[in-house]
């Protein structure tokens, strides 16, 4: 449903750019590196700009779905505020036409009665009818625009990722703890995370593997984690504010270390140029390093003054391409072989980090290994009841009170988290979970329904207005042939991948 915004809830342009750069850069710019080696750093660079400007393209079709359905929204409502209005007068009228004082001003009557003269001049002023300042989300918009077929091939979309996310969140948070405390190094080598296999002991002296330590951390965060599910939680401003310092903090530091290392003891690493047969999990990281589409509206619906919203966002995406090229390129030559969870190629036992061992720089590592737990654990529960409200509102309706307590407030949190961490504790490959979130469920969010919701809109749109009415939020790629091109890249993407994964699991 629309929500109006209040000027409290409102924030500056620039204040909206931070917090889209805080949600686009997470988890997976931390398996680029990686990606980078396998694929190649040109390969990687010339697929990095080339996803940066088609995410771009698709974020401005959800900018111009979102203004559509507030024009919808906002004509529906001044059409049903005619009507009633007509029916007051035709009331006024008849009661004028009865009393002996009718000159008598109506106190009742409305200071402005709209009529169908009225309305057919509205659509041609965009400032009122075409406008973001309504919040309504990407599923307000399916259920605009799709019928209940699309309606429900959104949802089992939106409901994939949510899983995927929620399964590389359990998945990276317990990596990081596991190779953070298991401290045995075999045959003295001083060596972890993807460098060794998991049936490698934890402590040495104990039997317990690397494997098992990782699924006792999967269900500690389990218990820790999952209960937020059953009940409402928000962010607290601080506790977004500190996430976000720490994840600006951790980059940079990333990063810097890298061209440190670069700069003392030259390129460790030799990776090629290009390598097609490393493209698909490239392909799968990239894309789900600029998803941001699913919560696009709910953080461009706050800022006030948003008219240069395009602008502020097309630089948003060229600072995060530059960004991930210095992390990618930075990481791939400074070490031999980065782990798939870049941070722990920083952790002071791995024998990749090369990182001299001192107390400051210990300590550096640590926090970098570290680094995931902090920022993703905050991230589980909120993901986990948009989730479980998604599942709600997909299978029981509107009317989710009439249903029992416990399938109200069990069974639908148990079903948010259970199956990801299911999942996490059967495989531990990040490449996989990111390659598969992000290639499939990610390229339907952040291609495919942005496309089909922008189509749609537009011909609504058009079935309502006049013609000569201008929308200030409208895409720069009006053409139907973008919507077309966006759409035969998600399925190239798709195949892709797909043919990778049968091509892996045939061999």
């Known amino acids: 449903m629309p929500v109006s915004l209040s000027a409290d809830d409102q924030y500056s342009a620039w204040t909206g750019l931070v917090y889209i750069f805080n949600l686009i850069v997470g988890t997976g710019a931390l398996t680029l590196p990686a990606a980078f080696l396998k694929a190649g750093w040109g390969l990687g660079v010339g697929l990095i700009v080339l996803l940066a400007i088609i995410s771009f393209v698709t974020a401005t079709f959800v900018l111009e779905a979102m203004s559509c359905a507030n024009f919808i929204v906002r004509y529906k409502r001044m059409k049903a505020l005619s009507r009633v209005s007509q029916r007051i007068s035709r009331a006024n009228q008849i009661q004028s036409e009865t009393e002996d004082e009718a000159d008598d001003p109506n106190e009742d009557a409305p200071l402005f009665t709209p009529t169908e ?124 504010l500190c996430t976000s310092f720490m994840r600006w903090l951790a980059f940079s530091v990333m990063i810097s270390l890298a061209v440190r290392q670069l700069i003392l003891k030259g390129a460790q690493g030799h990776p090629h140029v290009a390598n097609t047969t490393g493209l698909p999990a490239l392909l799968g990281a990239s894309v789900y390093s600029f998803m941001c589409h699913h919560s696009l509206p709910g953080l461009i619906a706050p800022i006030s003054g948003n008219n240069h919203i395009k602008r502020l966002l097309g630089m948003d995406y060229a600072i995060i391409a530059i960004f991930y090229l210095l992390l990618s390129l930075t990481g791939v030559f400074a070490f031999a072989q980065p782990d798939e969870l870049y941070t722990l190629v920083f952790n002071p036992r791995c024998s990749t980090s090369s990182i001299e061992d001192s107390l400051i720089m210990r300590l550096i590592g640590y926090f970098l290994a570290l680094f995931p737990v902090f920022t993703l654990s905050t991230s ?33 949190p148990c079903l948010s988290v259970i199956p990801p961490v299911l999942v996490a ?65 998600a399925v190239a993407c798709i195949i892709l991948v797909f043919g990778m994964v049968v091509s892996e699991f045939v061999n």
Not at 200 to 221: D, K, N, Q
Not at 396 to 412: I, K, Q
Not at 435 to 448: E, K, L, P, V
Request: proline letters at 5%; hydrophobic letters at 45%; a neutral charge.
């Open 425 to 489: 504790l059967i495989s531990e490959k990040l490449e996989i979970l990111v390659r598969i979130t992000g290639s499939f469920a990610g390229a339907g969010i952040q291609y495919i329904i942005p496309a089909f919701l922008v189509y749609y809109a537009r011909k609504e749109v058009m079935k309502m207005s006049t013609g000569d009415s201008e929308n200030i939020y409208a895409s720069p790629f009006k053409s139907t042939v973008w919507v077309v091109a966006v759409l035969l890249w």
């Open 117 to 240: 003269d009225t309305l057919d001049r509205f659509p041609s002023l965009p400032h009122y009818f075409f406008s973001l300042s309504e919040k309504l989300e990407m599923s307000d918009m399916a259920n605009l625009f799709f019928g209940r077929v699309g309606q429900i091939l959104f949802f089992l979309c939106f409901a994939i990722y949510l899983y995927g996310d929620l399964a590389i969140y359990t998945a990276v948070v317990s990596k990081s703890l596991g190779d953070v405390i298991c401290t045995y190094e075999p045959n003295g080598t001083a060596s972890c995370g993807d460098n060794l296999p998991p049936e490698t002991a934890c402590w040495e002296g104990f039997s317990l593997t690397r494997l098992s330590i990782y699924r006792i951390f999967v269900a500690i965060f389990l218990g820790c984690m999952g209960p937020f599910a059953f009940f409402n939680v928000q962010k607290t401003k601080y506790l977004q």
């Open 380 to 412: 589980f529960p909120i993901i986990a009841i948009t989730l479980r409200n998604n599942l709600q509102n997909a299978t029981l309706g509107t009317n989710v009170a009439s249903y029992p307590w416990v399938v109200r407030r069990l069974l639908f």
